[in-house]
């Protein structure tokens, strides 16, 4: 049987071996100038985080078990979505597809109209480029670096087993009634204004991919906890005014996916920069291999 807190350690894992894929990758060249973008730094703290995926009890669906998680250690993320200028840098590169166009693309509004993969390609450009490892966020570190602007399943969501429409009608009222942007294109950066924790246009019109994969879980009977789980990892959790599921290849989030309440309006992303490692990389790689004693430079 399966607990939140193991679910977590999951999590934790899956984060550490895919920061390990970009590792190799971000560690030859120096960093050039300017190619750093203004970051914030989340400090440790506590938090409720409501796990994210379609959870059934008894064969109906009921909102998932929430985890309380401790950050213990600070971690670093852009304060910004990446930019137009700046993901057309990675398309001039080859690195990077060119993203779906918008009706207005300006140098300082965020890039959108990209995929997961596209998200990913570029945080390996970007980890090449600077000599550094750049991630997507995982959906709890999002959720944590969100603070007040992060919205999950409210108490107030009818939650009926015997009828599953009731609760979906519920979510989508309530997104609704936070009402959509007037004007759904992307807006330059710093419309939406800053969070407490310092970062900016969180819960904006543009919705962010994260690393975590998309779960469907039973949970007990009589219990919050988990008796069995499938991960999907063709399709990835968004972040945003609400939370939604997208398959990785789709850029456009009217246009396919699965999405609590309206559909995004936008798909965008902002990156996660790791510290460097005080074992070198020989011994940065047997770490994140899961290696009991880190290499002797």
Not at 135 to 142: D, F, G, Q
Request: aromatic share 8%.
């Amino acid at each position: 049987m399966q607990r939140p807190a193991q679910i977590l350690i999951g999590s934790v894992t899956a984060l550490v071996m895919g920061a390990g894929a970009l590792a190799g990758a971000g560690s030859a060249a120096p960093e050039a100038d300017g190619a750093r973008p203004p970051t914030v730094t989340i400090l440790p703290g506590l938090f409720a985080y409501p796990n994210p995926g379609e959870f059934l009890r008894d064969g109906h669906p009921v909102a998932g078990p929430t985890t309380l998680v401790s950050f213990e250690r600070p971690f670093e993320i852009m304060k910004y979505q990446v930019s137009v200028a700046d993901y057309e840098g990675c398309v001039d590169a080859g690195a990077c597809r060119q993203a779906d166009a918008p009706r207005l693309r300006v140098p300082n509004n965020p890039i959108t109209g990209v995929s997961y993969l596209d998200a990913i390609a570029y945080a390996r450009w970007q980890s090449e480029r600077t000599g550094q490892t750049w991630r997507l966020p995982t959906a709890m570190e999002w959720a944590f670096a969100a603070g007040e602007r992060f919205v999950g399943d409210a108490a107030d969501i009818e939650n009926d087993p015997t009828n599953p429409a009731r609760r979906w009608l519920s979510l989508y009222e309530r997104e609704s009634a936070r009402g959509r942007t007037a004007a759904p294109d992307a807006r330059v950066q710093g419309s939406f204004g800053t969070n407490t924790k310092g970062l900016a246009d969180v819960g904006g019109n543009v919705w962010e991919w994260t690393a975590t994969c998309y779960v469907r879980a039973t949970l007990a009977s009589d219990a919050p906890e988990v008796v069995s789980r499938v991960e999907n990892c063709g399709v990835h959790v968004v972040e945003g005014r609400h939370r939604a599921y997208m398959s990785d290849f789709i850029r456009d989030g009217k246009s396919g996916g699965c999405a609590v309440g309206t559909p995004p309006d936008n798909l965008g992303f902002r990156l996660v920069r790791e510290p460097r490692s005080r074992f070198g990389l020989a011994g940065l790689k047997r770490y994140l291999r899961g290696l009991a004693t880190p290499a002797t430079d």
